[in-house]
């Protein structure tokens, strides 16, 4: 499986982003996907996740409301659209597939991912 993140840039605080993550494979909808970030000297962090229906999303309390993430099945793509960017949200931005296609919404944790993303960059500027 190969997970492939794109869609990073510059961009000026109160500016948006839309990243992408296109899958390999087949049968993607039976993977839950997710995003993490990791900023400079600081542990990866949830970021968001979603089941593999598309149907249940999960954000962290940090993102909440100006974040979506979403997926396409039929493009086994994940999307993040990031808006009112903030220069807290600079960091290297990862997806991830989880290996099965639900969770309860506390449990998205980083160790429960089997696949990830190469990361893509994500600067936002005051």
């Known amino acids: 499986v190969q997970l492939q993140a794109s869609g990073g840039g510059l961009v000026q605080a109160g500016g948006s982003l839309r990243l992408s993550c296109a899958a390999s494979?087949?049968?993607?909808?039976?993977?839950?996907m997710g995003w993490f970030r990791q900023a400079p000297g600081k542990e990866r962090e949830f970021v968001a996740a979603i089941s593999g229906s598309g149907g249940s999303t999960v954000y962290a309390d940090s993102v909440k409301g100006r974040f979506t993430i979403s997926r396409d099945n039929a493009k086994n793509t994940v999307y993040l659209q990031m808006n009112s960017l903030k220069p807290e949200d600079t960091a290297v931005y990862y997806c991830?597939?989880?290996?099965?296609?639900?969770?309860?919404?506390?449990?998205?944790?980083?160790?429960?991912?089997?696949?990830w993303g190469q990361g893509t960059q994500v600067t936002v500027s005051s």
């Open positions: 494979g087949r049968t993607f909808n039976n993977y839950a």
């Open positions: 991830a597939r989880y290996p099965n296609s639900y969770y309860s919404s506390s449990s998205y944790s980083s160790s429960r991912v089997d696949y």
